[in-house]
T-cell receptor
Framework: KNEVEQSPQNLTAQEGEFITINCSYS?????LHWLQQHPGGGIVSLFM???GKKKHGRLIATINIQEKHSSLHITASHPRDSAVYIC??????????????FGKGTKLSVKP | NAGVTQTPKFQVLKTGQSMTLQCAQD?????MYWYRQDPGMGLRLIYY???????DKGEVPNGYNVSRLNKREFSLRLESAAPSQTSVYFC????????????????FGPGTRLTVL
């Protein structure tokens, strides 16, 4: 089983701060996903990345395949960024059916 | 496009009752998934279906059955509900199938909050 560890579990920030959420996994992978779960419960996919870095608006995701580690950064954080951020990776063997293993999530709260 | 829809949104059952959670997607996706989400735990895969007519067990299949009725619909059945099945259930879909499937984005339904008394 691919173990997925996220840190921190909870994070409180002031509006405007730069935020970093970390994800480590135990087994080499081909792709890593970052998802966002809104306070109302809905889950949306933010990024899928297999190498390097991706940027979407104020969100930046990086991955280091050799170190089995990924980070999600939020620049100029805003209260609307408050959510749970979830990292997910394929199981050992690659997840040929598309199934993923999910971390427990990082709950972010951004105060105005 | 509605994306992934789930019914019902909320349900309360008594121990031993049965029910079916419905899920449908309109994105012509091959793969569909059922997850449960419990406090302090990550999403856990119950069952998945890589294509119409096929289903496979995930991490926590006990107490559940599934049916991939057609390409659009994937239902989850609790035959005899237990309090341990109190959870939030999410259905998801992706293009799926074959090598490289782990690259595919998953699209989630809004969830069903189930309480078993």
């Amino acid at each position: 089983k691919n173990e997925v560890e996220q840190s921190p579990q909870n994070l409180t920030a002031q509006e405007g701060e730069f935020i970093t959420i970390n994800c480590s996994y135990s087994v080499g992978i081909s792709a890593l996903h970052w998802l966002q779960q809104h306070p109302g419960g809905g889950i949306v996919s933010l990024f899928m990345l297999s190498s390097g870095k991706k940027k979407h608006g104020r969100l930046i995701a990086t991955i280091n395949i050799q170190e089995k580690h990924s980070s999600l950064h939020i620049t100029a954080s805003h209260p609307r960024d408050s959510a749970v951020y979830i990292c997910a990776v394929p199981p050992p063997g690659g997840g040929s059916q598309g199934n993923l293993i999910f971390g427990k999530g990082t709950k972010l709260s951004v105060k105005p | 496009n509605a994306g992934v829809t789930q019914t019902p949104k909320f349900q309360v059952l008594k121990t031993g009752q049965s029910m079916t959670l419905q899920c449908a997607q309109d994105m012509n996706h091959n793969s569909m998934y059922w997850y449960r989400q419990d406090p302090g735990m990550g999403l856990r895969l119950i069952y998945y279906s890589a294509s119409e007519g096929t289903t496979d067990k995930g991490e926590v299949p006990n107490g559940y059955n599934v049916s991939r009725l057609n390409k659009r619909e994937f239902s989850l059945r609790l035959e005899s509900a237990a309090p341990s099945q109190t959870s939030v259930y999410f259905c998801a879909s992706s293009e799926g199938g074959g090598m490289g499937s782990s690259y595919n984005e998953q699209f989630f339904g809004p969830g069903t909050r189930l309480t078993v008394l």
